[in-house]
Antibody, heavy 120, light 110 residues
Framework: EVQLVESGGGLVQPGGSLRLSCVASGFTFSKNEMTWVRQAPGKGLQWVSTISGGGGTTYYADSVKDRFTIVRDNSNSILYLEMRSLRGEDTAFYFC?????????????WGQGTLVTVSS | QSALTQPASVSGSPGQSITLSCTRTNIDGDYNLFSWYQQHPGSAPKLLIFEGSQRPSGISDRFSASQSKYAASLTISGLQAEDEADYFCSVYVGSSASVAFGGGTRLTVL
């Protein structure tokens, strides 16, 4: 059974940093692109970042480029999102999601999400 | 930057069929591969449709979808109370290897 479990969220002050983790199980982690998607409370979904299976290629939304870094540890099946210079607009639930490996991006499994609150 | 527009809300009665729309603006990228997700309150999104009209295993055939180059639609037939949820469309933007999501449609089953 595929499982994705995020952790690392919490309250952080503007300008602060946080690292989110997503522990994956139930599939061959290194074979799938992985993505972070966020959702501000009561709002829609926003794609944040995607990393290739080997970790060598990364993509970012303009709103987080140069502030967030997506990394993966294929040995331990863990996906990370390193966030710095956090802003109020980064407040959201952050979901990690597995791509199903078809054309385009299609996220067939999601974690339960971890809440990041940026506030003083 | 691609943008996807969805109606904010729709409603239907049990047993009815209902169609949700998703319109793409700003031509950007070579791909036009729409996906659809269902999200119940407090839960993670669930993939319903990929590559415009394909259902992942385990998704009811009450969910069907189609797309043109600039728009997509999701039809739910035999509406059930459990279908009450938010529905998001998404499209892959090839030029930036990114994903654009629509704002979501809240479906209410009367």
């Amino acid at each position: 059974e595929v499982q994705l479990v995020e952790s690392g969220g919490g309250l952080v002050q503007p300008g602060g940093s946080l690292r989110l983790s997503c522990v994956a199980s139930g599939f061959t982690f290194s074979k799938n692109e992985m993505t972070w998607v966020r959702q501000a409370p009561g709002k829609g979904l926003q794609w944040v970042s995607t990393i290739s299976g080997g970790g060598g290629t990364t993509y970012y939304a303009d709103s987080v480029k140069d502030r967030f870094t997506i990394v993966r540890d294929n040995s331990n099946s863990i996906l990370y999102l390193e966030m710095r210079s956090l802003r109020g607009e980064d407040t959201a639930f952050y979901f990690c999601a597995k791509d199903m490996g078809r054309r385009g991006y299609n996220f067939d499994y999601w974690g339960q999400g971890t809440l990041v609150t940026v506030s003083s | 930057q691609s943008a996807l527009t969805q109606p904010a809300s729709v409603s239907g009665s049990p047993g009815q069929s209902i169609t949700l729309s998703c319109t793409r603006t700003n031509i950007d990228g070579d791909y036009n591969l729409f996906s659809w997700y269902q999200q119940h309150p407090g839960s993670a999104p669930k993939l319903l449709i990929f590559e415009g009209s394909q259902r992942p295993s385990g998704i009811s055939d009450r969910f069907s979808a189609s797309q043109s180059k600039y728009a997509a639609s999701l039809t739910i037939s035999g509406l059930q109370a459990e279908d009450e949820a938010d529905y998001f469309c998404s499209v892959y933007v090839g030029s930036s290897a990114s994903v654009a999501f629509g704002g979501g449609t809240r479906l209410t089953v009367l």
